[in-house]
């Protein structure tokens, strides 16, 4: 809850496109500089953090308290030999990991930082640009970085690089379906696709509030986006070697941790943007002063960014990978079924008191159904995705003895150990039987 004591300075549409020329590179100075250390760090408090977690040291040799351990990184993967696989498609091979980056740094550009400030006597919004449909940018960047991916795989000559290109192409279609449908709410609530427009909406009361199952549905979208654990199928190493860069070294390889990181960055601002208030005071810090004007928003902005960042990484330490039928069972069917759901009711909730009462009993009475009727459908979001998980891991029945059984199968037949799979069972031969 975000209620505004003074006025604040919330741009608008009509504020952009007046900078000149110095001042808008300076933003982009500025965004490219507060992504590429943002990225730089996270990887460094990602492994303090795992080792935190997991009662490990962590990096602690490179500089002071091992604070010097990302450069370090950076300089070794620079130094590194750049291999091309014999089999590859060099020109699309060399392509690829420019074609992941360059989509995630420039679905920043309509991400807002911050109100409109003055900046050596202009003012100007603290945001590099913005569009009528902005969210719709964002997506659409999104989208166009796991081309990156899906053409390194293919373009490795390789078997296991392409299983992890297709994963991750088959899992952005899933999870974008379910993404977009979270933004629908928002929409409708907002009445507005501008993420400067959007931020300005919740003046009164943050999203996550009115929203908490666009909300819950968006966090987890973003994970399955951004193919992060426990959803890093097309990186699984146990399957794939290590997916989709698997014939990847050097610098090409560093550029796909750099879009990877840059995405988790995107994804989080963006969190932040539809759901936390963006760059907003929360209550009821906002009812002191003018806290909701100037620079300090941003540092509130970054501490929201971060607190998804730090989400992410509590995730990777403590949830296993899931199979991929598991996964892919949870993003078509529960979380787009429920996002479907989700969005008439609110549409509904908002037709139907519209044309009821006075303005202000209308926005009482709609918050009030929304944020009633989104715990119950939250509630019933948690329940329904844990059922394929559990679903999944019930063992079946051991059949009858002398009973024909087709799911029973031999794991050593081919001379290897191969894991069962869903609804099969391993023969009681012995193993010496079997050799």
């Known amino acids: 809850m975000n209620t505004q004591a003074v006025a604040t300075d919330f741009p608008e549409l009509s504020d952009f496109g007046h900078d000149p020329w110095w001042l808008v ?28 977690m997991q009662s490990r040291t962590g990096p602690n040799r490179v500089g002071p308290h091992g604070i010097l351990q990302s450069a370090a990184d950076g300089v070794k993967l620079a130094l590194k030999e750049g291999l091309i696989p014999t089999g590859a498609d060099k020109p699309i091979y060399l392509l690829a990991p420019i074609i992941a980056v360059v989509p995630a740094i420039t679905a920043f550009a309509v991400i807002p930082f911050g109100p409109t400030v003055s900046v050596f006597g202009h003012h100007t919004p603290l945001q590099l640009t913005d569009l009528p449909v902005g969210v719709l940018y964002i997506l659409a960047m999104t989208s166009i970085g796991v081309y990156g991916i899906v053409l390194a795989g293919w373009s490795s000559g390789s078997t296991y690089p392409l299983l992890g290109g297709l994963r991750s192409a ?147 330490t403590t949830l296993p990978r899931l199979r991929y039928d598991q996964f892919m069972n949870l993003g078509w069917k529960v979380l787009i079924p429920i996002s479907l759901a989700w969005v008439m009711i609110v549409g509904v909730i908002r037709v139907s008191v519209d044309h009821s009462g006075t303005a202000d009993s209308r926005t009482w009475v709609a918050e009030t159904i929304l944020i009633v009727v989104g715990l119950a459908v939250t509630a019933a979001t948690c329940y329904a995705a844990t059922i394929p998980l559990r679903a999944a891991t019930v063992d079946e029945p051991a059949p009858a003895p002398g009973a024909f059984d087709p799911q029973t199968f031999d794991p050593m037949a081919g001379g290897f150990p191969v894991p069962p799979l869903p609804g099969q069972r391993a023969t009681d031969q012995p193993v010496k039987e079997r050799l």
């Open 25 to 52: 590179a300076g933003k982009a100075v500025v965004v490219f500089g507060f992504l590429v250390l943002t990225v730089l760090v996270a990887i460094l408090l990602e492994r303090k953090v795992m080792a935190r």
């Open 170 to 316: 088959a899992q952005v279609i899933s999870y974008e379906i379910a993404m977009g449908l979270a933004f629908a709410a928002v929409f409708l609530q907002s009445s507005t696709l501008s993420t400067s427009g959007i931020v300005a909406a919740q003046g009164d009361r943050w999203f996550i509030l009115l929203l908490l199952p666009s909300f819950l549905i968006y966090t987890i979208s973003m994970v399955g986006e951004t193919n992060r654990a426990p959803f890093d199928l097309p990186e699984a190493e146990g399957e794939l070697v290590g997916g989709f860069h698997t014939e990847y070294s050097s610098l090409k390889f560093a550029m796909f941790m750099l879009a990877e990181y840059i995405n988790m960055v995107t994804v989080s601002a963006l969190a932040t943007t539809l759901f936390l208030g963006g760059w907003q005071v929360p209550w009821p810090l906002s009812l002191i002063g003018a806290t909701n004007s100037g620079w300090i928003p941003v540092l509130w902005f970054v501490i929201k960014v971060w607190s998804f960042l730090f989400v992410f990484f509590w995730l990777r």
